[in-house]
């Protein structure tokens, strides 16, 4: 049981890192739609880039087989949303593993 919670543990740690660079991302396309002269230099530069390339593939795979969603002008985008609400999901079933 040890062994199992020690997993449990570090998947739940992994998880959790990977839902705050999920928020940063969602921060990072805000930014430029209440100011669009911005962008990142320097340190923000390499931040930006190490939020995109960790959250970039789950999100691409995610748009392969649900397509952002077309209505007239605009396009509803559902990758980010299920990929966020697939991180809680595992993330609450990693913390119960962690508790055993």
């Known amino acids: 049981m040890a062994v199992?919670?020690?997993?449990?543990?570090?998947?739940?740690?992994v998880l959790f890192i990977f839902i705050v660079l999920l928020l940063a991302r969602l921060v990072l396309e805000y930014i430029p739609m209440f100011n669009r002269e911005w962008r990142p230099r320097g340190v923000?530069?390499?931040l930006a880039e190490i939020v995109y390339?960790?959250?970039d593939p789950p999100i691409k795979l995610i748009r392969r087989f649900i397509p952002p969603l077309r209505?007239?002008?605009?396009a509803i985008d559902f990758?980010?949303?299920i990929v966020m609400f697939v991180c809680f999901m595992l993330l609450s079933v990693t913390r119960s593993l962690a508790a055993v």
Not at 4 to 13: F, K, P, T, W, Y
Not at 71 to 74: A, E, N, T, V
Request: net charge neutral.
């Open 71 to 74: 209505i007239g002008g605009i």
């Open 53 to 55: 390339t960790v959250t």
């Open 4 to 13: 199992l919670s020690l997993v449990g543990s570090i998947l739940s740690a």
């Open 79 to 81: 990758g980010f949303a």
């Open 44 to 46: 923000t530069l390499v």
